[in-house]
């Protein structure tokens, strides 16, 4: 085993000690570019000769440095047809918790595709001394220079240097990269399995006297609004703040007034630090991070996280992002609300973290490390529980603090991500609280809590969400594979847990490390959460699984572009989905989950009554950068707008306004709204001017449309031989079935209960499938019965039974219609009959997706128009991101393009629906507020295509008008679908109204 390196426990060797970042004004030389390039099936690379400085390689492929191998096109340099790995085993690969190589720590099978590496580079006459620093290398990298082995390291996510003696002139550089190594059994993070040299390769001119390492102390007073500021470096060295008047030397304390860092209020003060050979940015911010009586505070307030989990992704990249797409990333989460990352599940590219800095986020940084594979034997050689793995563990830390510890933006350390327990744990926080007193650590899994200062869960329910609000959750408790939490009784203490450590525990803050699993269309019920997380001081908030889905830009056999996932791969083990699971798709298209979030995140809480309410729950901003503006807008159109008149709200303080008369008086238009809307006074770095931070709505009563009237003048229900006629619908006498409504053919309508399940609608494995349950019932395969069709007095009365196949339940329902003005009036009733627990679910309560008509219409139908909730697609537990009013889409873009065909494009609180097209009579639609779906495939289509490009439009256009369709949750990962967002099996009555125009 001699040489192995890659097989051992030791984080590597030869590297120079970790350092700060830091943006220097030495020089320094990219080596990012195009590298020569050499695949190999094995560790042994392509021999012992590649790194010699003469070694010919002009035959090698062309690779770009930063990427991951299995995503570039190898184009050989000698000619020779282009590789592409996607879609092979040998490109990447996707695992949610199960580790890709045979479980056997520290070794890895022979099978281990390695690059060989090699640059030739110029280095200038006065370049002097240099350090050779890669960002980021997955997940085990030898170096040699000028033919000497310079040392290796893991730590895919974390950056190493090595002391890089370069000539002047020509310089060879060559890099052996494993894609497996005993590296690999401490990076199980829920994520592609991506090789390669990954970040930036940087060589930094490092003159005599230059400054190899400082640490920033900056603490701040709340209390007296007193800064107190050190510098400590590696040399002697001068700081230098300007704005502050400051000039000393490091390891002096000074303290003055200074306005403090928080993410909504991003305070910088910059500045050099200087020595005889080398100056250094400062980017200093002010803050305080405290446990507080069991409260999470910072700069003497309570903080609440609004956040989310973020990995690093790109649809062509991988992990390789540019500068521009992190500025988008955080862009985009300011302007939904979002304002703290958790750096799921290892520390980003050093840039972001700059970014997070100015923009203002406030940052969980997780040390790269996960075991979760071990759960598949019991954690009986879980690395943090083992003294061989110690170093490699001690190392992860050491370089994740040491390069981010001069960041403001980071409030909080995270030890690892579903590691379970171990004595490791122990010892790193140890070091942490020697090192880095000034932040608060965290960590999950290890149900002692023993070196966390949060307690904390993922996926809890409601129910127990509040109780540990109230600190009244129960002992004890049982833990899913992703950590949810299965409510019951109080249970004996978990092995190895004191009832000390419990009572320490009990008093700890709680922090909602991930929840509201935002896989395919979800999640819903984040304002349910947040009602819960706003009502406890205990509760700091939350992180929403996740930031982006990881699909990867790819094209089929026909040419057609898709999303490619794990299940596009012929290998095992497979992480199904599940890297389908942001709140933005892999292209960074915003999700209508986005405006959800960003609804339920708001800081600026505004209710409008009978007098509008406004708060501020801002962490320490006051309201003077905002504008308050109200606008009323009656059947889709502006009738009248001004400004409100609102004094300054202090942080944690509320006012109330009165509504402005000329807002009042248009409320009494038609389908009047009334919106109030907290804007940004002028631009700032992440929004323009005007940008809405917060909103709300108060909606006017339905003004009855004099021109309708219930009933028709007499007569006007008639039949003549087959067709029936009620007012100016017909339809077929033998099966009651709708045949036109005045000039437009229509067709329908059928009782609908099913929807194509969405991803969260499959659950995680057994637990909560409901789409399992509904496949079990025949939910997907209804046949319908017209039982009896007749007149009453003016009323066609139809009655009748839908039923799956097989199974003896069912639904039985009476369709009545009467003439009502122009149009008419539909009123349906639907019972449940029969035993619907006959199936293998006989211990579960059969809920069906929906209670409503399907009509099929002409292919022409190309446009709705509506008034209810928009212009997003909306569900009962997901709508108050989505405002009231007047919207107009075509048919085909209110379908949301979710990678994986599923439900998609409801939209609830519907008054009315007009449905158009060239050559057609328009199709309109009102009543008591309804459900509606407009599309060019059935729910049977939807769900049987695998891939976007499989649903085709056909002659129909497909039209769903409900009386109810459940929630979309946030099961797949999470809890069940609270009841209140489930269709009850109870009796049903509601009604439509049906014309043409």
Same mark, same amino acid.
């Given at each position: ?156 996510? +974390? ?56 640490? &920033? ?21 001068? &700081?230098?703040?300007?704005? +502050? ?209 949060? *307690? ?22 049982? +833990? ?34 991930? *929840? ?19 009502? *406890? ?295 449940? &009959? ?164």
């Amino acid at each position: 085993m001699t040489g192995r390196y890659w097989e051992s426990t030791l984080p590597g060797a030869g590297r120079r000690a970790p350092r700060a970042d830091a943006v220097s004004d030495a020089a320094v030389r990219s080596l990012n570019g195009v590298w020569r390039f050499r695949l190999s099936p094995t560790a042994a690379g392509t021999g012992d000769g590649f790194f010699a400085t003469e070694f010919d390689d002009t035959d090698w492929d062309a690779m770009r440095v930063p990427s991951h191998w299995v995503l570039e096109e190898f184009t050989p340099l000698a000619g020779g047809p282009a590789r592409r790995m996607l879609g092979t085993e040998e490109g990447p690969l996707y695992t949610n918790t199960a580790y890709p190589i045979p479980l056997d720590p520290p070794y890895v099978s022979t099978e281990n595709p390695t690059g060989d590496y090699r640059l030739v580079f110029e280095v200038p006459d006065d370049f002097g001394a240099a350090v050779l620093r890669f960002q980021g290398v997955d997940s085990c990298a030898k170096v040699w220079l000028n033919g000497e082995e310079l040392g290796w390291s893991t730590g895919s996510r +974390l950056p190493f240097e090595f002391d890089a003696p370069v000539r002047a002139g020509r310089n060879v550089l060559a890099v052996r990269v494993h894609r497996w190594s005993a590296g690999t059994y401490l990076e199980d993070q829920d994520m592609w399995w991506l090789p390669g040299i990954f970040r930036d390769v940087e060589l930094l001119a490092r003159p005599a006297g230059a400054i190899d390492d400082h640490f &920033v102390h900056a603490d701040y007073d709340p209390v007296s609004g007193v800064g107190t500021l050190r510098v400590d470096a590696s040399v002697d060295a001068v &700081v230098e703040i300007p704005e +502050l008047g400051i000039s000393m030397p490091t390891g002096q304390t000074v303290a003055f007034p200074v306005e403090p860092w928080s993410a909504d209020t991003p305070r910088l003060y910059r500045g050099t630090l200087s020595a005889a050979g080398e100056s250094v940015e400062l980017a200093i911010g002010f803050r305080r991070v405290e446990i507080v009586d069991g409260v999470f505070v910072v700069n003497g307030s309570p903080l609440t996280f609004r956040g989310v989990n973020r990995h690093e992704h790109h649809p062509d990249t991988g992990r390789t992002l540019d500068r521009e797409t992190m500025i988008q990333d955080i862009v985009m989460m300011k302007r939904a609300n979002i304002d703290s990352v958790r750096t799921s599940h290892y520390p980003p590219h050093p840039e972001f973290l700059r970014l997070c800095d100015e923009y203002g986020l406030w940052v969980v940084l997780e040390v790269d490390l996960e075991t979760h594979g071990f759960i598949y034997e019991g954690w009986e050689h879980n690395p943090p529980a083992l003294p061989e793995w110690r170093e490699a563990i001690m190392d992860r830390l050491h370089r994740t603090v040491e390069r981010d510890k001069n960041h403001p933006s980071i409030v909080v350390w995270s030890l690892a991500n579903e590691s379970m327990s171990g004595d490791g744990f122990t010892e790193m926080r140890r070091w942490l609280d020697e090192r880095d007193p000034s932040r608060v650590v965290l960590y999950e899994r290890d149900p002692s809590y023993r070196d966390s200062d949060f *307690y904390s869960l993922m996926y809890p329910s409601l129910e127990l969400l509040e109780s540990i609000g109230r600190r009244e959750e129960p002992r004890g408790g049982k +833990l899913s594979m992703h950590g949810m939490v299965f409510d019951g009784p109080d249970e004996p203490l978990p092995a190895g847990v004191t009832e000390a450590e419990e009572e320490r525990r009990r008093g700890l803050p709680f922090l909602l490390v991930e *929840y509201a699993h935002a896989m395919g269309n979800g999640p819903g019920g984040l304002q349910d959460y947040w009602r819960v997380l706003r009502s *406890y001081d205990r509760l700091c908030g939350g992180f929403v699984w996740e930031w982006i889905d990881h699909g990867i830009n790819a094209v089929d056999a026909e040419g057609r572009a898709f999303i490619l996932q794990s299940e596009d791969i012929d290998y095992e083990p497979r992480g199904g989905r599940f890297s389908l699971d942001g709140l933005v798709l892999s292209d960074r298209t915003p999700k209508p989950a986005l405006a959800e979030l960003a609804k339920a995140h708001e800081v600026i809480d505004i209710e409008v009554g009978e007098r509008v309410r406004i708060a501020n729950e801002r962490h320490a901003a006051d309201t003077s950068d905002l504008r308050f503006r109200w606008s009323v807008e009656a059947d889709g159109r502006s009738v009248a707008d001004g400004l409100l008149d609102v004094p300054t709200i202090a942080r944690g303080e509320r006012v109330e306004i009165a509504i402005p008369d000329a807002a009042a008086s248009a409320l009494r238009a038609t389908d009047a709204v009334l919106t109030v809307e907290a804007t940004l006074a002028a631009e700032t770095l992440w929004a323009p001017e005007g940008h809405v931070i917060a909103w709300a709505q108060k909606i006017a009563a339905p003004v009855e449309d004099a021109v309708r009237r219930t009933g028709n003048p007499a007569g006007a229900t008639s039949r003549d031989g087959d067709v029936i006629r009620v007012g100016e619908a017909s339809f077929d006498a033998a099966t009651g079935r709708l045949l036109g409504l005045g000039d437009l053919q229509i067709d329908g309508p059928w009782i609908d209960l099913y929807r194509a399940p969405t991803e969260n609608d499959r659950g995680q494995g057994d637990n909560n499938n409901l789409a399992a349950v509904w496949h079990a019932t025949g939910l997907h395969r209804l046949l319908h019965r017209v039982d009896d069709v007749g007149l009453d007095g003016e009323r066609l009365v139809v009655r009748g039974r839908t039923a799956p196949r097989t199974h003896p339940h069912g639904v039985t329902w009476t369709m009545t219609w009467v003439p009502d003005g122009d149009g008419v009036r539909l009123e349906t009733s639907v019972d449940f &009959v029969g035993p619907w627990a006959d199936t293998p679910y006989k211990h579960r309560d059969i809920w069906v997706p929906r209670v409503g008509l399907r009509f099929a219409l002409p292919t022409a139908a190309d446009r709705v128009a509506w008034f209810g909730r928009g212009p997003e697609e909306t569900y009962v537990d997901s709508v108050q991101g989505a405002r009231v009013g007047r919207f107009a889409r075509t048919i085909d873009s209110v379908q949301t393009p979710y990678p994986i065909p599923q439900e998609n494009g409801n939209h609830t609180q519907t008054r009315w629906l007009d449905v158009s097209g060239e050559e057609m009579a328009t199709l309109h639609v009102d009543g008591d507020p309804f459900d509606f779906t407009a599309r060019r495939w059935t729910s049977e289509q939807l769900e049987q295509a695998r891939r976007p490009s499989d649903l085709v439009a056909g002659d129909r256009v497909w039209l769903n008008i409900d009386h109810r369709q459940q929630g979309i949750g946030s099961a797949s990962v999470g809890p069940a679908l609270p009841e209140q967002y489930r269709v009850p099996r109870e009796h049903t009555v509601w009604s439509v109204r049906l014309s043409v125009g």
